[in-house]
DNA sequence: TTTTGAAAAATTGCATGCAGAATTTACCTC
DNA sequence: GAGGTAAATTCTGCATGCAATTTTTCAAAA
């Protein structure tokens, strides 16, 4: 009844994605149909047609006649989403040194100068959704939406397991240093520093993450969900 | 009443892909749910569950309360299409260079003389179908799925573009030029050059699809001309 | 000829119901 | 108690119908 624009299958892909994403519905739990619709007040129609959806995305798991589970990322699929990722930013970055305009370089470098402050005063929480802006800005600075479309879909699905990733003292700090590598090459143009370097800062915040975990990758999906509290 | 073990939707999904990628179903033309449930003798139900699902692959375009249509894809979103997916590729060369076990190595090789041989005969048709599986060889020697999932889902949508990419003359000759310097990176593990090499092939694929463009089924009309021109 | 507006037709979004498959439960045998 | 089978239950896959929205049609006005 309601004229809400959006449609009542969107808004249930996206309500779904998002109790995933936040943990509240826990990988390997099944989706029942008749339960989700009436969580969320609606026939079963949209809600599969959401589930449809979702599983194109690999966040849940479609098993014909058998039901919709949220997916369980193992720590071997986990470590190769983050690979993936590491890869997929390197090339934004690359790509970034080749075609940012002057302007978003400029936008870039003023960006990066703040984050510095923010370190400087040790403020996490900015620093943290300056952390997610600076990456949006190779995203974009690519200049290829299709790119930056899989970049930023792998980044939000990865989501949930960084969240702990600058409490580990002193990662601020470097995260930081990391950054200045990945932005003065940008700057400069030289792209395969530029690559090289993104590469290198990706492949320390996995190693951050791990260190988080207490586990070494390759053990049961229960480490997953450590990693992320 | 067949006890098939897909489900319709499912089937519907793989036929209206299908008949996306051969041109059967034009770019910009309307999906209706009507006019689909007739053609594959179904209900609207499994048609607007597949729609959905191929919407979030990008093949289709789903716009609220106004019905699905065929993505249309301009000549510039095929330019990123095609420079994501020589990116995508490149990383998988990459990583092949610096992860593939000498089993793989071997294989390599060996599928890479085999299809010497086939262009001193001029064989196209078995060309074709090797320069296929030496790509494939490449995704699996980066040993990520998601990433290999992600090339080889972009090197699907291409496809109907690239279904001309032989004729050209001298064209094979020189793929496998091309191929060699991939293939001798990998095998001596040397990443950067692998990248590189890759890099260089798939934009030299994509320029002889610019040369031949006429009509390529599949696409939009107007692009393909305006890259011919 | 083009524009405008309202009625008519077509089309989507969603609820509901039912058949069949999958899962659970109950019961029996050993 | 363990194991196996049949009945009961639950759940998915899909068809159908209706309300709401969008698109089309068509006639009158500019």
Redesign the interface.
Do not use: K
């Given at each position: 009844m309601l004229d809400d624009?959006?449609?009542r299958?969107?808004k249930l892909a996206g309500e779904i994605a998002d109790a995933i994403l936040e943990g509240t519905l826990e990988p390997g739990s099944r989706l029942d149909e008749h339960m989700l619709a009436g969580r969320y007040g609606t026939s079963r129609?949209p809600v599969?047609?959401a589930l449809?959806?979702l599983?194109?995305?690999g966040l849940i798991e479609l098993r014909?006649?058998r039901g919709a589970i949220v997916a369980k990322v193992t720590s071997e699929?986990l470590e190769?989403?983050f690979?993936?990722m590491g890869?997929?930013e390197a090339?934004c970055a690359r790509?970034s040194a080749m075609s940012m305009t002057p302007i978003e370089r400029r936008r870039l470098g003023a960006h990066y100068d703040q984050m510095g402050e923010m370190v400087a005063q040790d403020d996490v929480p900015a620093y943290t959704a300056a952390n997610t802006a600076l990456h949006a800005m190779f995203y974009a600075g690519a200049h290829?939406?299709?790119?930056s479309e899989?970049t930023a879909g792998?980044r939000r699905r990865l989501a949930p397991f960084r969240r702990a990733q600058f409490r580990a003292p002193g990662r601020l700090a470097r995260s930081h240093a990391e950054h200045g590598a990945v932005v003065r090459a940008v700057l400069a143009g030289d792209a395969?520093s530029a690559h090289a370097a993104m590469l290198h800062h990706v492949s320390l915040v996995e190693d951050a993450f791990e260190q988080l975990a207490g586990a070494p990758a390759g053990t049961a999906p229960e480490a997953a969900r450590m990693k992320a509290g």
């Open positions: 624009r959006q449609t299958t969107e129609t599969r047609e449809r959806q599983a194109t995305t014909p006649r699929q190769m989403l690979i993936a890869e997929l090339t790509l290829n939406p299709v790119l899989m792998l395969a």
